[in-house]
């Protein structure tokens, strides 16, 4: 991101010139880049930010709905695959300070969080909630009813069936602090367990799940 030309790119994408360059270099650093100022503080703020302004739209949007339906479509709103989405949508790994081969998903998610805490320090709350309202827009408008992820339908489905609730169990955590690898299982009555592997516990358990329901023959949401 050192050339002019890119950082012009980069301030299109995002709708905004930023007159402190050093928080938008900030909001692409990862930890992995020596003396770098990384993004983290940045991640903490636009997780916030983004929370309320995704918030605030699925209540106008979808006012006939109750609390645990809107939960969900915020939930699968604000999870890092959709942050990451986000990212691919912006090109972040084009522009992202990073050690060579520990960029992933994560990351680019995080950094997406960090653009949006960079644009409200920045630019203020109207420039940050324009820039989320631009890009999640279509997000709220592809699904016509509140999403469930593989965790809530795979309890609905074990309680359905008189099984109680399904339990998930730490098997192990390797890899180094920033690109860490988390193995979880999860099991139901009669059922035999299933496993996966993801980058943060809560990513394994969803994928277990999905595993799991793969398995059962549940149809899961899209």
């Given at each position: 991101?050192?050339?002019?030309?890119?950082?012009?790119?980069?301030?299109?994408?995002?709708?905004?010139?930023?007159?402190?360059?050093?928080?938008?270099?900030?909001?692409?650093?990862?930890?992995?880049?020596?003396?770098?100022?990384?993004?983290?503080?940045?991640?903490?703020?636009?997780?916030?930010?983004?929370?309320?302004?995704?918030?605030?739209?699925?209540?106008?949007?979808?006012?006939?709905?109750?609390?645990?339906?809107?939960?969900?479509?915020?939930?699968?709103?604000?999870?890092?695959?959709?942050?990451?989405?986000?990212?691919?949508?912006?090109?972040?790994?084009?522009?992202?300070?990073?050690?060579?081969?520990?960029?992933?998903?994560?990351?680019?998610?995080?950094?997406?969080?960090?653009?949006i805490a960079a644009l409200y320090l920045d630019?203020?709350?109207?420039?940050?909630?324009?820039?989320?309202?631009?890009?999640?827009?279509?997000?709220?408008?592809?699904?016509?009813?509140?999403?469930?992820?593989?965790?809530?339908?795979?309890?609905?489905?074990?309680?359905?069936?008189?099984?109680?609730?399904?339990?998930?169990?730490?098997?192990?955590?390797?890899?180094?602090?920033?690109?860490?690898?988390?193995?979880?299982?999860?099991?139901?009555?009669?059922?035999?367990?299933?496993?996966?592997?993801?980058?943060?516990?809560?990513?394994?358990?969803?994928?277990?799940?999905?595993?799991?329901?793969?398995?059962?023959?549940?149809?899961?949401?899209?």
């Amino acid at each position: 991101m050192a050339n002019g030309e890119a950082i012009e790119e980069l301030f299109g994408a995002l709708g905004h010139r930023f007159n402190d360059r050093g928080l938008l270099i900030r909001a692409l650093s990862h930890s992995s880049v020596a003396n770098a100022n990384s993004y983290e503080r940045l991640e903490f703020l636009g997780d916030r930010v983004l929370g309320l302004v995704v918030a605030q739209l699925l209540l106008e949007r979808f006012p006939a709905e109750n609390e645990g339906e809107i939960g969900r479509r915020f939930a699968a709103l604000v999870q890092a695959s959709t942050l990451a989405q986000v990212g691919a949508e912006l090109g972040v790994e084009r522009f992202a300070r990073v050690s060579p081969g520990v960029l992933n998903e994560n990351i680019v998610a995080d950094m997406v969080e960090a653009l949006i805490a960079a644009l409200y320090l920045d630019g203020g709350m109207d420039r940050a909630e324009a820039f989320v309202r631009k890009l999640w827009d279509p997000l709220v408008e592809t699904r016509s009813r509140p999403p469930r992820d593989p965790k809530t339908a795979l309890q609905e489905w074990a309680q359905s069936q008189g099984q109680g609730l399904p339990i998930y169990r730490d098997i192990s955590r390797s890899g180094p602090d920033h690109q860490p690898e988390f193995t979880v299982e999860v099991s139901i009555q009669d059922q035999e367990a299933a496993r996966a592997v993801g980058p943060s516990k809560r990513a394994a358990e969803q994928d277990a799940a999905a595993a799991m329901l793969t398995r059962l023959g549940v149809k899961q949401d899209a």
